[in-house]
C-alpha cells in the first residue's frame, strides 16, 4: 500500500530513555519531514530532509536527531527523553516542486513519564 | 519569519450550512498554499493546493481562494454534512526559502444533524 507508515503507533516511556520513531516512505519523494502536534500550539517543524544525505533544524530540533541515509526512511532519535517531549509525532514527505502536495503518516503519539 | 493565522479556532453549524474557514499569512512571497483536513487522532490529508499564479481550486463541494496581495485564503464548504465535521488547518510555503510549509493551528468544526 502506498503512502507512510509510522512506528510504534504509541509508547509510554521513561524520562532518560533513548527513543527512535520510525518512518517510511514508499512513494519516493525526495523531502520528508517530522512534526509534533500540541493542543493549542498546533504543529511545529522539527527536522527536515529534503533529499537523501541531508537533513535540517525546523523550529524545535533540540533533544532530536535524524538521519536520512536512504530515500524511503527518515527516523526521528529521541537520545534521552523528557516529560515535554510527550506529544503526537507526524512524519511527512512530498516530491520536489510546488506543485506537489504533503502526504502525512498516521502519528506515533509518545508519551514521556 | 511567516506567520499563518487561522480563524475562527472552531465552529459549529447546523447540516446543510454554507460555510468559509479564513486563513492570514504575513508574508506575500509564496509558492503556495494548501488546505488540509485533520479527523481526531488522524494525520492530515491534503484537500487542495492553490499555486501563487492561481486564484482558487475546485474539488467536489470544497472551494478554495487565495489572495496573495492581501494574505488571505479562504476555504468555502458548501452544503456540510456531519462527515465534514473534522480540523482544517491551512499551510503556506514561502518563496526564495528552503520550501518548508508553515502551518496555521487549525479550525475545529463541528457539523450536527
Known amino acids: 500500500i502506498a503512502g507512510i507508515t509510522q512506528a510504534p503507533t504509541s509508547q509510554i516511556l521513561a524520562a532518560g530513555r533513548r527513543m527512535t520513531l520510525r518512518c517510511t516512505q514508499d512513494?519516493?519523494?525526495?523531502?520528508m519531514y517530522w512534526y509534533r502536534q500540541d493542543l493549542g500550539l498546533g504543529l511545529r517543524l522539527i527536522h527536515y530532509?529534503?533529499?537523501?544525505?541531508?537533513?535540517g533544524k525546523g523550529e524545535v530540533p533540540d533533544g532530536y536527531s535524524v538521519s536520512r541515509a536512504n530515500t524511503d526512511d527518515f527516523p526521528l532519535t529521541l537520545a534521552s527523553a523528557v516529560p515535554s517531549q510527550t506529544s503526537v509525532y507526524f512524519c511527512?514527505?512530498?516530491?520536489?516542486?510546488?506543485?506537489?502536495?504533503?502526504?502525512f503518516g498516521p502519528g506515533t503519539r509518545l508519551t514521556v513519564l | 519569519k511567516q506567520e499563518v493565522t487561522q480563524i475562527p479556532a472552531a465552529l459549529s453549524v447546523p447540516e446543510g450550512e454554507n460555510l468559509v474557514l479564513n486563513c492570514s499569512f504575513t508574508?506575500?512571497?509564496?509558492?503556495?498554499l494548501q488546505w488540509f483536513r485533520q479527523d481526531p487522532g488522524k494525520g492530515l490529508t491534503s484537500l487542495l493546493l492553490i499555486q501563487s499564479s492561481q486564484r482558487e481550486q475546485t474539488s467536489g463541494r470544497l472551494n478554495a481562494s487565495l489572495d496573495k496581495s492581501s494574505g488571505r485564503s479562504t476555504l468555502y464548504i458548501a452544503a456540510s454534512q456531519p462527515g465534514d465535521s473534522a480540523t482544517y488547518l491551512c499551510?503556506?510555503?514561502?518563496?526564495?526559502?528552503?520550501?518548508?510549509?508553515?502551518f496555521g493551528r487549525g479550525t475545529s468544526l463541528i457539523v450536527h444533524p
Open positions: 499551510a503556506v510555503i514561502a518563496s526564495g526559502g528552503s520550501y518548508i510549509p508553515t
Open positions: 511527512a514527505s512530498k516530491a520536489s516542486g510546488m506543485s506537489h502536495t504533503q502526504y
Open positions: 530532509s529534503n533529499t537523501a544525505g541531508t537533513t
Open positions: 512513494m519516493r519523494h525526495n523531502a
Open positions: 508574508d506575500s512571497a509564496i509558492y503556495n
